[in-house]
């Protein structure tokens, strides 16, 4: 869902719309239910979507798009123009290049119409200020946005076939070319522009029968594992139209041989919005990803806790795997992680029903004294994922560390989204205001998980059962260290 300000055109907004639906009429395999039309709603707040024009009955064809209408890597003459195999770059850079090359042809591009109604700006995570990225506090989601990661990829492997086909990819803002620090930069701020459409918009896209013969003869051999595993990724005209909302979804995209079909999964009334679904995802992972948050995907929320803070917790110098016998033996047998999520209790779940099994192993794992866990090892066995009176004040105790770790209180910040304007307001926040206003439910839905979650652990809201885990000395000779995130 774009906000306002992603679209700066105004005056050929309505325009531009026209243009696109004129474009895809226009191609053959096209087709376009007349039930539905694309509408402007910049006055909610929603950029573009689609709408009903009359009553839809469940499961009937909103539209049709061919698969040679996609944008993608097969689909682009940019696979023809170059010596090296453009796919090899995996899915997301194969695509970055293929975008970065229809994007610089302008009008020229096959898809220009489709890729002047796309955002120019985005709320996504990788354009946040650091200040605005502080509004998030203690949110793991800060850690995983990978602008540096990203940032490496493109100057390693985009960044060479850029420079040295200049015809295919003209320098803009003035620039001579994309060398020096200005070129990096220049080149950087347009990668990252349509690697936020494809995180935004674009679709995983199965093979149809033909690319699965032609992958049989051909030559994989430049491919690892992982690359072989994932779908291609492609831009689906129209389709990525559709807003998303976790309540209200009527409509799905459905893969057939040779084209993608939106159909909808329940009756839909005239002028009632059309939306598609992004599943059961966290805000945090919704602002990462999408750029927007909606309390609609609130049930969703999760909290991660770190392998740091339980370690902490139990009263540990350090998380160095490497040196402490019982975090080893869990690596040895894959249960030790980075992280472990726990989702927001819902419907009376109980703390089997939420507390990952990992999570439990470790926490059985640290409790157990120095006897008790050499029996363990000699075994070669891990424990149950089962919960005594020790684990929960451990965890308990890790879960103290994390909310110690936000800089504001959980009342604190409900009394601060209570003075902004609510979802259904005429008053539309942009900026850094819409920003601090997403961090802001982002951290208000993670600490209400910590409080619920602690609540469960200690429901008398005694502290009195902590003491032993918090002083204890059976965990001082034991280190570890955090493992790849």
């Known amino acids: 869902m774009s906000s306002v300000a992603h679209f700066p055109d105004s005056s050929s907004f309505q325009q531009q719309s026209d243009d696109f639906v004129a474009w895809l009429e ?54 023809s123009l170059l010596p090296q195999d453009v796919e090899s770059l995996g899915p997301w850079l194969s695509l970055i290049l293929v975008m970065l090359y229809e994007y610089l042809k302008g009008a020229n591009s096959k898809w220009a119409p489709y890729l002047q109604i796309l955002p120019a700006s985005f709320d996504t995570l990788m354009f946040w200020s650091p200040s605005e990225l502080h509004e998030l506090q203690a949110s793991a989601i800060v850690d995983k946005i990978g602008k540096q990661g990203a940032d490496q990829s493109i100057l390693e492997s985009i960044a060479p076939i850029v420079r040295k086909n200049p015809s295919f990819f003209p320098p803009i803002d003035g620039l001579a070319s994309y060398e020096g620090d200005a070129g990096a930069s220049s080149l950087l701020k347009l990668a990252h522009k349509m690697g936020s459409l494809i995180m935004a918009y674009a679709f995983d896209i199965e093979k149809s029968e033909d690319d699965e013969e032609e992958a049989e003869d051909a030559d994989e051999s430049y491919l690892t594992d992982d690359e072989e595993e994932q779908l291609s990724k492609g831009m689906v005209p129209l389709a990525d139209l559709l807003n998303a909302d976790a309540d209200r979804n009527n409509a799905r995209l459905y893969q057939e041989e040779g084209s993608l079909i939106m159909k909808s999964l329940k009756p839909i009334y005239e002028s009632e919005e059309i939306f598609n679904d992004y599943g059961e995802i966290p805000r945090a992972d919704l602002l990462r990803r999408y750029g927007y948050v909606t309390d609609n995907y609130a049930p969703f929320d999760v909290i991660e806790i770190s392998l740091g803070d339980i370690c902490q917790a139990a009263g540990l110098s350090n998380c160095d795997v490497e040196s402490q016998p019982r975090l080893q033996f869990l690596e040895e047998h894959d249960v030790l992680d980075d992280g472990y999520v726990i989702p927001r209790p819902l419907n009376d779940a109980s703390l089997e ?62 009394q601060l989204l209570a003075g902004l304007p609510p979802p259904q307001s005429p008053v539309f926040l942009e900026g850094s205001n819409r920003r601090q206003k997403m961090a802001l439910q982002v951290r208000i839905g993670e600490k209400e998980i910590i409080q619920a979650v602690m609540a469960m652990l200690n429901p008398s809201g005694t502290t009195g059962s902590l003491k032993r885990i918090a002083n204890g000395d059976s965990y001082d000779t034991r280190d570890p260290k955090a493992r790849r995130l």
């Not at 509408?39 to 040679?68: H, K, Q, T, Y």
């Open 26 to 79: 226009a191609n053959p395999g096209v087709r376009i239910n007349p039930k539905i039309r694309l509408a402007d709603l910049r006055a909610s707040g929603a950029g573009r979507g689609v709408l009903a024009r009359a009553n839809i009955e469940e499961g009937e064809e909103l539209f049709s798009i061919p698969r040679s209408l996609i944008l993608a890597v097969q689909n682009s003459d940019l696979k």
């Open 353 to 414: 029903d939420i507390l990952p099994a990992e999570l439990v192993i470790l926490l059985t794992t640290l409790c157990q004294t120095p006897e008790g866990f050499e029996q363990r090892r000699s075994r070669n066995k891990p424990p149950k994922p089962s919960m005594d009176e020790d684990q929960p004040a451990l965890l308990y105790k890790a879960l103290q560390t994390k909310l110690a770790q936000y800089a504001t209180s959980l009342s604190h910040d409900v």
